[in-house]
Structure formats: C-alpha cells, structure tokens
C-alpha cells in the first residue's frame, strides 16, 4: 500500500530551465508535506516543506505546490543548475506522529 | 553546530548474526527516528525514540528493536539477520514538541548481509 507515490522515476532538464518533480498522496489526513534531496552515499538533505494550511511555499530556487483537493504536490525548482542532479524524495506525515512516509525518489539530471 | 552522524559507516555480517548500528542526533535535537532504505525505494520508517523510550513504530518484525540514551543518541539492533536485511539504514533527529517535525537525517550505515 504505497500511500504516497512518485510516478516518474526519472527528470532531465536543461541548466537554467525549470524542473517540475510531482508527488501524489492518498492519505486525506496527512498535513505535512518535505521534499528531500539525496546524493550518492549521503543521507537524505531536508530542502523545503509545506504544511496542508497553505498551498504554496517558497524559499529562493524552490517552490513547493500543494493541491489538497488532487493530493498533490510538486517541487519548482528555478532556475536548475548542475549541482542539482540528485535523487528528490517527497515525504508526508501526521501531526505529531513522528513517521514521514516517502515516495521512491525521482532522480533529477541538469544537464549543462 | 554538529548535524546527525551514525556508525559504522559499512557493515559486513552473515545469516544469523545480529548487528547493532549507532546514532548522535543534531545538537539541540532529543527525538531519533531510524529507516531503511532498500536500492531503488524511498526510506521506510521502522521506529521513533523520544524519552528513551519507543514512541512510534513501522511495519518491522520484533528482531528489529533499539534504544536511546539519556544522552538522545540511540542504537538500532537487528537480530537473526535475513539476506532481505541489507539496506542502507537512516537514522533522522528531530525536537519534539513541535507540531510539525522536520527531520534531520544522518548519512546512513550500509549493511551487507551474506
């Protein structure tokens, strides 16, 4: 029961483009929403998160998209640039539970 | 200002052993979650220590347990070590009290078991 899904396993883009990393949920009851960024042998950065009250957060080249009536959440990430090629994870939780559940990751490559 | 870190950094064990991996949470942090992360998935949650005691837990067997010290840092045991037990294993700090936690992870201890 994968309740929180990452359909595209893989995103290229162009340096300076905009890349577009979506996530989908079936949990109504989540309410808080964390993208992280995972590098080869390193564990997983926490980058930005949202909490289901709002639908938008920024912080610099990265924005995150809530759409609760979709269950659905995407990471804009402008303008890309090399450093980012990674593997992105969205995680959702409950309040207070502790426990983030996670996608299976979508590796992002920038191409220069 | 010390983030998470975990050791070993690389295990080797066989069928049957049982290993024990360590973690120190980011200064100021006193909650330790614990993951394990299989090649080509997304992490997944085995259990939450807050208050040396076990708060949260995933949807692993009894031979997976741990503890935390007064200290916030924790071990993770795993007894009876399966073949389906390598992963790289994730341990992420928290501060409790929060009504949204943000996790903090480590870089992870990668177990082998042959």
């Known amino acids: 029961d994968q309740q929180v899904k990452q359909n595209s396993p893989s995103l290229s883009v162009q340096e300076g483009r905009i890349s577009i990393l979506n996530c989908d949920y079936t949990n109504s009851m989540f309410d808080y929403f964390l993208w992280y960024k995972k590098y080869p042998a390193e564990g997983p950065t926490f980058l930005i998160s949202i909490s289901s009250i709002k639908d938008k957060n920024e912080d610099g080249r990265f924005t995150v998209f809530l759409n609760k009536s979709a269950k659905h959440l995407s990471l804009h990430i402008v303008p890309s640039q090399p450093g980012d090629s990674a593997v992105y994870f969205c995680?959702?939780?409950?309040?207070?539970?502790?426990?983030?559940?996670f996608g299976q990751g979508t590796t992002l490559q920038v191409k220069p | 200002d010390a983030g998470v870190t975990q050791s070993p950094t690389h295990l080797i064990k066989t069928r049957g052993q049982q290993v024990t991996l360590r973690c120190s949470p980011k200064s100021g942090h006193d909650t330790v979650s614990w993951y394990q992360q299989a090649l080509g998935q997304g992490p997944q949650f085995i259990f939450q220590y807050y208050e040396e005691e076990e708060r949260q837990r995933g949807n692993f067997p009894d031979r997976f347990s741990g503890h935390q010290f007064p200290n916030y840092s924790s071990e993770l045991n795993v007894n009876a070590l399966l073949l389906g037990d390598s992963a790289l294993y994730l341990c992420?700090?928290?501060?409790?009290?929060?009504?949204?936690?943000?996790?903090?992870f480590g870089p992870g201890t990668r177990l082998l078991v042959l």
């Open positions: 995680a959702a939780s409950l309040s207070n539970t502790g426990k983030l559940i």
């Open positions: 992420a700090s928290s501060l409790a009290g929060l009504v949204q936690e943000t996790q903090y």
